[in-house]
């Protein structure tokens, strides 16, 4: 079996962050209680970094990373981790109200390139999904001290940082990687390799393979290395070799880290199993850079005991670097992790009993999200499973969103709309970079379509009107805990009007108004209180159960103490 033939993209989606409530806080306009925590309330924001913004234009061609010199559909494009810290310095993430930011996996990843699609493009790991050394940063992401200035400007902010990571798979054998740490595995003239002609170069029978990561690492097919099974959590994903995470076998550091790659950090672990390398080389730089979370790549390829070792590990590891910082944490919120498990719902199962305090919700963006009555109903049905699980004890979250890069955008034509829906959503939300300034699609090939899902931030053409609503929407709903915890109602249809109530916190809102409008506020408001519309900037009296106001495309109302 080749290695690996098309290296497709594997999950990723955008699921991350969200937890469940245990308190009921007392919330004014315009703060944010002490008593909502991270998981109460989570509106995290989901950047590819190189695909953000390019901070540091000297760290561009790490490793002799080149364009392709066509569409530039897998090469590296420049964002790092120095260009997150600029935007962090703007406000652009407070102004959307957001209060954490998922970056794609930092570490080293494989030096070359793949072949994408059907052998379409040049496909590097500009993603985070092809590591190569999970102790060191890749150098197109930055520095170390460019990721320690990254984490301690989002803190500053009160706004976490959580690492995509993966413990399903490392990165291919790419032929650039390989020329670098094991020669002996390419035919000679290998140099002269080409898209096309690219796997006739590697000599995928030579048992030097033995000195990649092992066949006591991986699953791989290749001699010497046990082939992938066909269940969940043996199989090779995309022909990626699978770490044999369930193993209970010590296993020393591979040959090519330890005897070839003299600039590693990696050390042998005694009696240490390939699980728990993985933990320990994870949860490092937790401790070592304060990382508040991880969304987990590919979570049901990978045995549920593993994650329950990696958020022990990960609570540990943040607690210590809280201990060591108290000048920098934001609170001390424990460790919190989120999965992707295709194709979630909003359903509790195992995962929230095995270190999970939220999963990707992957129903949400198929919706008929403009539809009112529809909108209605798929509110109160989030909402009543969540406030089920709490009333059992057992609480489980989801982290909703419109678009993914593994699957699709959502029409950039229907933002406005879509955006209300998803920010007024129960549970946890994700904003996938750009939806929130209608970023258009870029190039993609037949063969991996989803590469359009991953172009550029627009930061040149940003829609104004798009942003400004959702900034609007993100502020209110950062100061609201209702919309993400609350006791969802109906209360009009024309407009279509909804209150959440969770404890003191109470909102009344109308997706999509504009013009004279009289909303009902009864059993939500009394008479006589002074409430202010947030998108519309008025405040207005609570008279005869309504207010009355011009709307101005939406309407959230909030009390005025």
């Known amino acids: 079996m080749l290695l690996f033939l098309r290296p497709a993209f594997?999950?990723?989606v955008a699921t991350f962050l969200v937890g469940c409530a245990t308190t009921q806080p007392n919330l004014t306009p315009g703060k944010t209680s002490a008593a909502v925590s991270f998981a109460d309330n989570p509106i995290v924001y989901f950047a590819i970094t190189d695909r953000f913004y390019n901070g540091n234009p000297a760290n561009d061609h790490s490793y002799g990373r080149q364009?392709?010199?066509?569409?530039?559909?897998?090469?590296?494009?420049?964002?790092?981790?120095?260009?997150?810290?600029?935007k962090l310095e703007a406000?652009?993430?407070?102004?959307?109200?957001?209060?954490?930011?998922?970056?794609?996996?930092?570490y080293e990843q494989i030096h070359g390139w793949v072949q994408g699609g059907n052998a379409e493009f040049k496909h590097y790991a500009y993603h985070g999904y092809y590591a190569l050394d999970y102790t060191k940063l890749d150098q197109n992401?930055?520095?170390?001290?460019?990721?320690?200035?990254?984490?301690?400007?989002?803190?500053?902010?009160?706004?976490?940082?959580?690492?995509?990571?993966?413990m399903n798979h490392p990165g291919y054998a790419d032929i650039q990687t390989l020329s670098e740490y094991l020669p002996?595995?390419?035919?000679?003239?290998?140099?002269?390799?080409?898209?096309?002609?690219?796997?006739?170069?590697?000599?995928?029978?030579?048992y030097d393979f033995g000195k990649w990561w092992g066949g006591s690492w991986v699953r791989a097919g290749l001699p010497?290395?046990?082939?992938?099974?066909?269940?969940?959590?043996?199989?090779?994903?995309?022909?990626?070799?699978?770490?044999?995470?369930?193993?209970?076998?010590?296993?020393?550091?591979?040959?090519?880290?330890?005897?070839?790659?003299k600039d590693t950090v990696a050390v042998d672990l005694p009696n240490t199993t390939v699980r728990g390398y993985l933990v320990t080389w994870l949860t490092d730089w937790v401790r070592d850079y304060g990382i508040d979370g991880f969304r987990c790549d590919t979570a049901k390829h990978v045995e549920l005991p593993a994650w329950q070792e990696l958020k022990r590990a990960g609570t540990v590891a943040l607690a210590d670097w809280k201990a060591r910082n108290p000048a920098k944490k934001i609170d001390d919120a424990p460790f919190w992790m989120v999965g992707e498990v295709f194709p979630h719902g909003v359903e509790r199962d195992a995962y929230f009993d095995n270190g999970f305090d939220s999963l990707l919700n992957f129903d949400f963006q198929d919706q008929k999200l403009e539809d009112t009555a529809a909108l209605d109903r798929l509110y109160a049905d989030y909402a009543d499973r969540l406030a089920a699980g709490r009333g059992i004890g057992k609480p489980f979250d989801v982290l909703s969103y419109l678009s993914s890069h593994d699957t699709k955008l959502y029409p950039r034509d229907r933002l406005i709309d879509a955006g209300s829906a998803l920010l007024l959503a129960p549970g946890g939300v994700q904003i996938f970079y750009g939806d929130e300034?209608?970023?258009?699609?870029?190039?993609?090939?037949?063969?991996?379509?989803?590469?359009?899902?991953?172009?550029?931030?627009?930061?040149?053409?940003?829609?104004?009107?798009?942003?400004?609503?959702?900034?609007?929407?993100?502020?209110?709903?950062?100061?609201?805990?209702?919309?993400?915890?609350?006791?969802?109602?109906?209360?009009?249809?024309?407009?279509?009007?909804?209150?959440?109530?969770?404890?003191?916190?109470r909102v009344v809102a109308v997706p999509k108004a504009s013009g004279a409008v009289t909303i009902p506020v009864a059993g939500v408001f009394k008479d006589g209180e002074m409430l202010r519309d947030a998108y519309g900037g008025v405040d207005v009296k609570v008279n005869g159960g309504v207010v009355s106001l011009v709307a101005k495309g939406a309407v959230l109302l909030e009390v005025i103490n």
Not at 184 to 206: C, M, P, R, S, V
Not at 246 to 252: D, F, H, L, Q, R
């Open 91 to 106: 406000g652009y993430f407070k102004q959307l109200g957001v209060n954490a930011i998922w970056i794609t996996p930092p």
């Open 141 to 166: 992401m930055g520095t170390p001290k460019e990721l320690r200035d990254f984490v301690d400007t989002a803190h500053a902010q009160g706004i976490r940082v959580l690492f995509d990571i993966v």
């Open 67 to 86: 364009m392709d010199g066509k569409q530039e559909i897998g090469t590296f494009h420049g964002g790092d981790l120095a260009g997150l810290t600029v």
């Open 224 to 261: 010497g290395y046990p082939e992938g099974g066909s269940d969940d959590l043996t199989k090779q994903l995309a022909y990626l070799p699978d770490f044999r995470t369930e193993s209970t076998a010590p296993v020393k550091l591979p040959f090519f880290l330890k005897e070839r790659k």
């Open 10 to 12: 594997l999950g990723l």
């Open 437 to 505: 300034s209608a970023r258009p699609a870029g190039p993609a090939t037949s063969g991996d379509p989803q590469q359009a899902t991953r172009s550029d931030m627009n930061w040149a053409t940003i829609d104004a009107a798009v942003l400004a609503h959702w900034q609007k929407l993100g502020q209110f709903r950062i100061r609201h805990v209702a919309l993400a915890r609350g006791a969802h109602q109906k209360l009009g249809d024309a407009p279509y009007t909804f209150s959440r109530v969770w404890g003191a916190d």
């Open 184 to 206: 002996e595995l390419l035919w000679k003239g290998w140099e002269n390799y080409t898209i096309k002609n690219y796997h006739n170069q590697i000599d995928y029978n030579n």
